[in-house]
């Protein structure tokens, strides 16, 4: 029989959720209007009716699905509003469609965005307050015991937030693509940032120099992430798919296209994509998003371009071409140097980390301190304090892959804790699933 | 008086109604070759003798619906223009079909205008294969027509029929709009000649009310204006079913409507007493179309379906294969349950309980019915969960409307066709809900035929930063000004559907619901350029409203 519409090879769960009674505030980047004109592609384009790519609603995620993941203050409930249970929801729908085998891979097109939303939350971070990637991993964890996981963060602004989640995690590879933080929000992003004392080699960065085009991501893509993954090995591959690398973008300064970010998701076969940044709203993100569909759908995306697409025009300077050749090179090497450094600090046991977090919307600053209570059989647990100029979080947090010891150690240590006015103090015990404060 | 005629595919069902009350009903067998004449031999049985008193014919046709089935169409010749997106080389499958090069963009900005030598190629290459008719359809053409109106200017009068998508619907999807518009150009010739026959006929009878067609939606056309829009006559037995169902049994909550048959079974919804749309249209012979439809399934299973029992089960339909055993076949069905229940008096008790030994041998022929029955009613029961299921997962775009999602939440069934009042009780003890069969039944989609009223839908684009507003069903794309705003937006939106409704010979205003508003700040570089209003609206399915004395 004839076949009026065109088949999916892979069956693609998608969420097109736009939230356009949403903003941060009315002329904001992330307002209402963002996600309209992909809307209206979407649906022109008659992707409903493709055989195999479903739509699905976004549905609520519970404030245990956040507390699992961040330490917020004053607490979840009062940071965050229905549209960030909502996006965050939409992650969990995902993540169930594919785990259930719904679908074979899936993407979630929402918003607010999450990837700059760090373990403790204090209020909005570069457009997000809650890291919805990562309440999807450990929804996923949690309820369908997955282990290894790779995080492909092709958003232009460095996922800081990812990054700091799973900072001492090594079953969570962490690899992010994204413009030279000595020239883009938030600053940082660098090869050196390679992971915490049990984790190190399992962040890796690919700071790139302003004007990157599809040559260089493809060469990034090609040298990096896909020979780092094939030896990783993760039971699932996410992909948080910023679009705001493209040429068009307002508040960056790259020139990848629509093409290109097709290109990369076919060949990073990502199980997961959710969207991040992106904010060239009518002259990328109509085209950036039906290509990352296509190319996961395994359907013909070579029809996606904008309409002032030229591929000539964004041709890479043979010395970038070096730059990045360069910038590939030193990320293989601390992906080599992988768990190295660990030995070294087990004898010390327990490692400080200090920082500083600065939350652009309102402007403010956040001073941090992270010690790594470390152990020979597994990531080891970590005691968090973080102190805004309102509040104050004191956290003993565990992971889920801690051993039996380091869930009892910490639990000890926030039972000697003395609660101290004006402070969150706070057990965070993923292996169990609680999430206790006093 | 209003004669209300429903085609099927074996008989033509005819009521003559005052007000709500039955005159007079006929049938008559239907020869699909010849359909305008069994038409009009059921119209000659039904006219009053003063013709005066007779105010309109509304009529069901299945000349649309066979001419599709047997793939009996005009050759004509598609015009396609997509620009950026998905490959659309798929769209080509109907027929001859010719891709342009032109694009416009999401927001209805023209991209680039298409190649003349394209088109007139394309015009050399349909005049040399002998087409008359011609679809013109591009992408986003609900925006901005203008391509599609210049393509057909370029046409000009080489073809004597041209059909543009942007007319046949203002709803986005591009592919849905290039098959309603391949179907409609389809039909048009076929379609222009039964409405001449039809006509004639009337003549000869000496009646001259006007002539409505009914749609798949719940709602009429004047003949006249179905030539120019045929595909809407498509498909318009459930809608004739389900307005039946509401004119003899009137109600206002969430209900079930049930059209049980020898061999299937339709289920629509009610919500607030209104039927339910499909969200663009419904699909035709494998095309996915923006041909307004009301929401219905249609399962295999009905009261002559084949039934099996194996593995602790029964399994019914989805064929039919010959009569019940009680009336002479030789499968069982759920006829022969009814037959040994003692729920229906048809053919032979011996035989019905024959049927039920096959099924289940040794077992007592009455609790094999009994369970048959129930199973029946279950099968519905399951599909009825996944529509209602289906629509609660319809996509929404907005916090609210998630939040504010409500599910379909029945009170009653409302149940007609052949098996219906037999079925009665099962259908309630499966449901738990109280079940309606109202009287006259068997003639429920002619009287729906009758009773039903015209409906029209339109949308509205305004971009005011563009300073432009497009309302695509009638062609209209004019210059506004900065300040355009909602309000403005309803009251002309308003004007058009009650224009065209008088067009169509509605008198007096009609109800308008809005079933989409969106508004939207254009911001650029963080000032605000403008402003986005979508709106869509309808003169909903209903009955129309009877004149005279009631019932």
């Known amino acids: 029989m004839t076949s009026f519409m065109p088949r999916a090879l892979n069956r693609t769960a998608l969420i097109l959720f736009p939230a356009f009674d949403w903003c941060i505030s009315p002329t904001h980047p992330e307002r209402e209007e963002r996600l309209l004109y992909t809307r209206d592609q979407l649906i022109e384009e008659g992707l409903e009716d493709v055989d195999n790519i479903v739509f699905l609603n976004p549905e609520l995620a519970s404030h245990a699905d956040i507390d699992r993941v961040h330490l917020c203050a004053p607490s979840s409930h009062k940071l965050l509003t229905e549209s960030h249970l909502i996006s965050a929801g939409a992650t969990l729908r995902v993540a169930r469609a594919v785990m259930d085998k719904e679908a074979d891979n899936a993407f979630a097109i929402v918003r607010p965005p999450g990837h700059h939303a760090m373990q403790t939350v204090f209020g909005d971070r570069g457009f997000c307050i809650v890291n919805i990637e990562a309440i999807m991993i450990e929804y996923i964890r949690r309820h369908y015991g997955v282990k290894k996981i790779a995080i492909v963060d092709t958003d232009c602004h460095h996922g800081d937030g990812t990054q700091d989640i799973y900072y001492n995690d090594p079953d969570t590879l962490f690899i992010s693509l994204h413009q030279d933080g000595r020239t883009l929000f938030p600053g940082t992003g660098f090869i050196r940032e390679s992971g915490g004392p049990a984790a190190n080699g399992y962040t890796i960065n ?39 690398n ?27 994509c959710v969207l991040e940044g992106g904010y060239s709203i009518e002259g990328a993100l109509p085209y950036t998003n039906l290509g990352i569909i296509l190319a996961m759908a395994g359907m013909d995306y070579s029809h996606v371009k904008e309409p002032d697409y030229d591929q000539a025009r964004f041709r890479q300077p043979e010395e970038m071409t070096k730059y990045i050749a360069g910038v590939c090179d030193k990320a293989l090497e601390v992906f080599e140097n992988r768990g190295k450094s660990k030995e070294e600090a087990l004898k010390k046991k327990v490692v400080s980390e200090r920082k500083n977090i600065f939350y652009d919307t309102t402007g403010f600053n956040v001073d941090e301190v992270r010690q790594y209570h470390l152990c020979p059989d597994c990531p080891g647990f970590t005691e968090v304090t973080a102190t805004s100029p309102r509040a104050r979080i004191h956290a003993y947090t565990v992971p889920f892959n801690a051993c039996p010891t380091c869930q009892r150690t910490a639990r000890d240590l926030f039972g000697a804790t003395q609660p101290i006015p004006q402070t969150i103090t706070a057990l965070q015990d993923r292996v169990a699933d609680i999430y206790e404060t006093k | 008086m209003i004669i209300g005629i429903d085609v099927g595919g074996t008989h033509a069902d005819g009521v003559l109604l005052e007000g709500a009350r039955l005159v007079a009903k006929h049938k008559v067998a239907v020869d699909q070759e010849h359909l305008s004449e069994s038409i009009i031999s059921l119209l000659g049985a039904l006219v009053p003798n003063d013709r005066r008193q007779l105010e309109r014919v509304h009529l069901s046709s299945t000349l649309a619906t066979n001419a599709i089935v047997t793939g009996n169409l005009d050759p004509i010749g598609m015009l396609i223009q997509a620009g950026p997106g998905i490959n659309p080389d798929f769209l080509a499958n109907n027929g001859p079909t010719w891709f342009l090069d032109g694009a416009i963009d999401h927001r209805g900005h023209i991209i680039r205008d298409p190649d003349l030598r394209l088109i007139d190629e394309a015009v050399a290459a349909m005049l040399e294969a002998g087409i008359k008719s011609v679809g013109i359809v591009t992408k986003f053409s609900h925006r901005n027509s203008l391509h599609e109106r210049f393509i057909a200017d370029r046409l000009g009068a080489r073809f004597p029929h041209i059909c543009m998508g942007h007319q046949i619907s203002g709803l986005p999807n591009f592919p849905r709009r290039v098959y309603t518009t391949w179907l409609n150009a389809s039909l048009t010739a076929r379609f222009a000649q039964f409405e001449k026959a039809i006509e004639q006929g009337l003549t000869q009878l000496g009646v001259d009310c006007p002539c409505h067609i009914l749609k798949a939606d719940g709602g009429t056309i004047p003949f006249a204006r179905a030539i120019e829009f045929p595909c809407e006559s498509v498909h318009s037995g459930p809608s004739a079913s ?76 989805p064929r039919r294969s010959g009569p019940p055993m009680a009336q002479g076949g030789t499968t069982p069905t759920p006829t022969d349950a009814l037959v040994v229940l003692g729920l229906l008096a048809v053919g032979s008790a011996e035989k019905a309980a024959a049927a039920m030994q096959c099924l289940c041998p040794g077992e007592p022929p009455a609790d094999t019915a009994s369970r048959l029955l129930t199973a029946f009613a279950e099968r519905i029961s399951q599909e009825v969960a996944a529509m209602i299921d289906s629509v609660f997962s319809r996509p929404v775009y907005t916090v609210s409307a998630l939040l504010q999602r409500r599910r379909i939440t029945p009170e009653k069934l409302i149940v007609i066709g052949g098996p219906a009042a037999a079925l009665k009780q099962s259908l309630e003890n499966c449901f738990n809900l109280p079940c309606l069969v109202p009287t006259d039944y068997e003639v429920a989609n002619a009287i729906g035929a009758a009773r039903t009223q015209l409906t029209v839908q339109a949308t509205l684009y305004a971009d005011t930063a563009d300073g432009r507003v497009s309302i695509p069903e009638i062609s209209c794309l004019e210059d506004i000004s900065n300040r355009f705003g909602m309000a403005e937006a309803e009251s002309k939106l308003e004007q058009v559907i009650c224009g065209i409704a008088s067009d169509m010979g509605m008198t007096g205003r009609p109800t308008i619901d809005f079933l989409e508003r969106l508004e939207m700040n254009v911001i650029r570089g963080f000032e605000t350029s403008g402003k986005i209003l979508n709106l869509k609206a309808q003169i909903r399915p209903g009955l129309a409203d009877i004149q005279g004395e009631q019932p």
Not at chain 1, 246 to 255: A, K, R, S
Not at chain 2, 249 to 276: N, Y
Not at chain 2, 287 to 304: E, F, K, M, Q, Y
């Open chain 1, 246 to 272: 493209h040429y068009t973008d307002p508040i960056t300064n790259m020139n990848f296209t629509a093409q290109g970010y097709a290109r990369l998701n076919q060949r990073l076969n990502p199980d997961i």
């Open chain 2, 242 to 317: 389900v307005m039946g169902c509401l004119a003899l049994a009137d109600q206002s909550e969430d209900a079930i409507l049930l059209d049980i048959g020898g061999t299937t079974t339709d289920i629509s919804l009610l919500v607030d007493g209104t039927p339910l749309l499909e969200p663009y249209g419904i699909n035709i012979a494998g095309r996915p179309t923006l041909i307004r439809a009301l929401n219905t399934v249609s399962i295999g299973l009905g009261g002559d379906s084949t039934v099996a029992f194996a593995d602790d089960a029964f399994r019914i339909g």
């Open chain 1, 206 to 244: 690919l700071p790139l120099p302003p004007n990157t085009g599809e040559d260089g991501f493809d060469m990034v893509m090609e040298r990096v992430v896909m020979p780092i993954l094939d030896e990783f090995k993760p039971e699932l591959i996410i992909n948080s798919a910023g679009q705001d």
